[in-house]
């Protein structure tokens, strides 16, 4: 959402390679069942397909329900563990010990990895058992081996949810375990973490995701995601059972730069998950286009900064961004970049401090985030003296 605080408004110039006025007039409205298939029958209780290049919903239903969503809560137990490996307070070759009591209550329940008592496996092994087996056990020795208990993990793991603005969630456990509805999300939120778990920490989720089976201590278990091996770029998230949650399913696959993120809760049966999930994503593909507006890395505008060693800051797209509509039509649309501003120093590259707003015709307005290009440090002396005498003269 757009804050009502006073913001800079950039409206993007031609220069930019995108149009800023109304593109040519758009072509006759066809219906969303594309010409290429037809919408799949969801009987999901709970149902989103997003477009993450563009932010738009191609299908929903009851995405801001909230449900308790079991091993699909072990996304945001990557998601943690990929912040402190980038923040370099976590190594993947460092080895955590299973302790007595965490063996006593999580050997062999549910889910699991099969740590024996005396073992020590290494963050890249937890976190591929997590990721690719939904493994309890890992999550827990992750857990306490990384910050010291489970409390202080989960509430890493709010505090994540918070700064992601996923308003809905709350998490009481790393992986998902039954805790009398103590955790819970939403669909959206779930797009929300999901999304940000790939663009975020995209060489970490190639690494860990996407793997169809997992080899560790001699035991071979598989990913029982129902995308693997059946749907083309298919590479994600997390599958979900409990008989308290039914079974649900955060999917998501790429093809050509364009990816498509799914949230399905609620089925009572795994095979009602499989099929249908197959359905939206590919129906997804087929009924819908994407027109790209950015590459990753393109500049896209500058913020002017107040206090740094540089009063401007290149303004990029952290991912590729895009417009999507149903198949047959050429959406008019205008881009305008907002931020407030000016923005502050210190400026760390990759920090998300701008939107681009996308105006659709006949759509809701899209906003799309923007990260700095580069640092900027907080300016000395000189470097204030400087930009203050620069600005006075209309520099």
């Known amino acids: 959402m757009l804050s009502n605080l006073p913001l800079k408004l950039a409206t993007l110039l031609a ?24 919408m799949p029958l969801i009987d999901a209780p709970i149902a989103l397909l997003v477009d993450v290049g563009s932010g738009r919903t191609l299908f929903a239903r009851d995405a ?28 993947l070759d460092q080895r955590f010990a299973m302790r007595p009591e965490t063996f006593r209550q999580w050997h062999r329940v549910g889910s699991t990895m099969f ?20 493994a309890n056990d890992a999550c ?17 793991m709010n505090d994540a949810a918070a700064e992601l603005g996923m308003r809905d969630s ?31 920490f995209p060489d ?33 998230i997390k599958t979900g059972f409990t008989n308290e949650a039914g079974y649900g399913f955060v999917g998501s696959a790429e093809r050509k730069g364009r990816r ?22 590919e129906w997804g593909f087929a009924a819908w286009s994407a027109q790209p507006l950015f590459a990753k890395g393109a500049s896209v505008s500058a913020a002017e900064v107040q206090g740094g060693q540089e009063r401007s800051v290149p303004l990029v797209a952290p991912r590729p961004l895009s417009i999507t ?14 931020y407030k501003g000016p923005l502050k120093a210190p400026i760390a590259a990759g920090e998300t401090v701008a939107t681009l707003v996308v105006r659709v015709q006949g759509q809701p307005v899209q906003a799309l985030p923007l990260v700095a290009g580069a640092a900027v440090p907080k300016g000395g002396l000189t470097d204030r003296v400087r930009n203050g005498a620069m600005r006075m003269v209309g520099l």
């Open 15 to 38: 220069g930019a390679g995108v149009a800023i006025l109304p593109a040519q007039a758009a072509a006759p409205e066809v219906p969303v069942i594309a010409q290429t298939g037809t």
């Open 140 to 156: 827990v020795v992750l857990a306490e081996g990384s910050v010291g208990s489970v409390p202080a993990f989960t509430k890493l």
């Open 260 to 281: 498509l993120v799914m949230v399905l809760g609620g089925f009572d049966r795994p095979k009602d998950r499989e099929r249908q999930s197959r359905e939206l994503i």
């Open 115 to 134: 740590i024996p008592a005396d073992g020590q496996p290494t963050v890249a092994e937890l976190l591929e058992g997590i990721v690719t087996v939904s």
């Open 204 to 236: 970490l989720y190639r690494q860990f995701y996407g793997h169809s089976e997992m080899t560790w201590n001699g035991i071979t278990q598989p990913n029982h995601n129902p995308l693997y091996g059946v749907t083309e770029g298919a590479d994600g």
């Open 325 to 338: 509509s149903p198949n047959g039509m050429t959406p008019q649309y205008t881009l305008a970049v907002r």
């Open 170 to 200: 709350h998490f009481n456990t790393p992986n998902g375990w039954m805790d009398e509805g103590q955790t819970y999300v939403t669909a959206a939120d779930l797009a929300t973490l999901s999304s940000a778990l790939i663009t975020r």
């Open 64 to 91: 801001n329900r909230r449900f308790v969503p079991a091993s699909i809560t072990k996304i945001m137990t990557s998601y943690v563990a990929f912040d402190l490996l980038t923040k370099g307070k976590l190594r």
